[in-house]
């Protein structure tokens, strides 16, 4: 089971009142490294979403 902190800041991107979520802030609210997010993007275990703002 996730930690109650960690499901927050989840919920924060994807219920962020802005359609788009830069990845730098989302891996902050993860509290991850770039390290981290970028393994998780090349693995496929995060997806990026083109909107009209950016990846």
């Known amino acids: 089971m996730l930690e109650p902190a ?4 989840i919920r924060h991107i994807f219920l962020h009142p802005r359609p ?5 802030s989302a891996t902050a609210l993860l509290g991850w490294s770039r390290a981290k997010m970028k393994d998780a993007i090349a693995t496929g275990e995060i997806v ?8």
């Not at 960690?6 to 800041?9: G, K, S, T």
């Not at 990026?48 to 990846?55: A, C, F, S, V």
């Open 6 to 9: 960690l499901i927050d800041r």
């Open 20 to 24: 788009h979520v830069s990845i730098s």
């Open 48 to 55: 990026l979403m083109e909107t009209p703002l950016g990846k």
